[in-house]
C-alpha cells in the first residue's frame, strides 16, 4: 500500500481513521498510529480494538507502562478478543512479570488453542522461568501444527541439549536448518561445532552466512573461531541484533543471574580519580540500558550514552539520567567527537570488539586533554583470542600496547571480576587511561 498522510482537519468516520492507524502501525511508522490511535480514543475511549492495538504499539515503542494501562482499558470494556490476552502477555513478559504472562498465554490458548504465537512465547517463557519440562511440551504441541517453524525448532534444540539430550538436539537442529532459514543454519552448525563434526559445522555456517550477508547472526564468528582465526572486531548488525533481542531480559539476567558489579566497580575508580564536586562532559561508550549510568551521573554535568540497540537506549531513557542518548558504532561516534568529553568509560562494551587499536586512538582523539578513559575487557593470554563463548578476551600486554600507540598514559590496569558465568568468576581487567594535559592548559575540572 502506498504511504499515505493524515490530516488532521480532514473528517472521516472512525472505522476509516482506524484503517488509517493500522496501516500506519502496518508500515512502522509508529509515531504516527500511536497519535491516530489516541484521537481515535478521545473519541471512543471505551473502544477495545483500539485500544488493544495501541496497546501493542506502545510495546513496539518500548512503553510497557503505557501499554499495560492501554491494554487493562480494553479488558475492563469487556472486549474479549485473543488478540487482548496474547498483546497483554506480551508486555507483561517485557516487563518481567513472567508468572503472570503465563496466565494471560494460556488464556489466549484457551480461547484459541492452536494459536502459534501465543504457543511460542509461552514455551519460551515457561523456558525462562525454567520450568522446561512444560516448555518441551508447549514446543511440542506447536510442532505438531506446524513442523518447520523454525524458531520453535531451534529453541527446543538448545532446550534438549542443555539437558544432555543430544541427539534429539541434533535431529532438531537438522530440521531447522531444513527450512533454509538462517538461524536453522546457525544451529545446526553450533551442535556440529559441539559434537567435533567441524567440516559439516563450517558448511552449516556457510549457508547461513550466504543467506545473511551482513552477518547479523554472527555465523563469520563461528567460522573464525573454527578455522582458529579472530576478526578485528563483530559484524555492527550480529551486535545489534543481539543486545536488541537481549533488552528486554538484559538487567535482571545480568544483576540476578551473572552477580554484575559493573557499575559499583565503576563508581570506586572514579571516587579514587574524581572530585565529589567535578562537573564534566562524560560519555558512556555501549551505554546499553544504562546501568553504569549512575556511576556516572554524579560527576557529569552532561551525560551522553551511545550503542547500537535501540531497544536498549529505550530501557536507558526511561533511568531518566543522561541528557542525550544516540545510536551508533563506537569508534565512528569517538572520532566524529573530538576533544569533547572529560571522561569516557566503556563497561563491559568491548566483548564483541578484538583489535582495540583503532577504537582507543578514536577515544583518545574525543577525550580532552587531562581527560580519563576507563574500561574493561575480559582477560586472556592472546593480544585478542574469541572464547567458547563467541566473546573476545584480550591480554594486559595488548591493552599497554593499545595505549601507547594512542599517546594515553596508563593511571592503572587493574585484575577484577565484573560478573560470573555458570556460577565462576569472569577473569576481567579494568583499564584507566588519562590523554596527557599540555603545558599551558587549564582543565576544565580537577582530575586526582
Known sequence: MDEQSYD???????EQALDMAVDFHRQGRLDEAVA???????????HGPTLTLAGACRLQQGDEEQALGLLDAALASGYGATELRHNRAMVLKAMGRLEEAVREFERALDADPGRLSSLYNLANTLRELGETAKAKDRYMELLEINPVHTDALVNLSRLLESEGETEEALALAQGAADTNAAAGHLRLGQILERLGRYQEAEQAFLDCLELT???ALGAGLHLARL?????????????????DQYAERFDDHLTSSLSYRGPETLALALAERLAPDASLDVLDI??????????LRPYAERLHGVDLSEKMLGKAAKRKIYDLLESAEAEAYLAAHPESFDLAAAIDTFLYAGDLHSVIRAAASSLRPGGLFIFTVESGEKAFELTGDMRYAHSEDHLR???????????????ISLRTDAG?????????LQKPVERNCVLKQPIR
Open 8 to 14: 488532521p482537519s480532514e473528517e472521516i468516520s472512525l
Open 36 to 46: 491516530l490511535y489516541a484521537q481515535i480514543l478521545e473519541a471512543a475511549p471505551n
Open 213 to 215: 550477508p551482513d552477518d
Open 227 to 243: 578455522r582458529g582465526t579472530a576478526p578485528d572486531k563483530a559484524p555492527d548488525g550480529f551486535v545489534a541484533t543481539l543486545y
Open 286 to 295: 555501549g551505554c546499553g540500558t544504562g546501568l553504569c549510568g549512575s556511576a
Open 401 to 415: 600496547d593499545c595505549a601507547s600507540a594512542a599517546g594515553l598514559e596508563i593511571a592503572a590496569i587493574d585484575e
Open 424 to 432: 565462576e568468576p569472569v577473569d576481567s581487567l579494568m583499564a584507566v
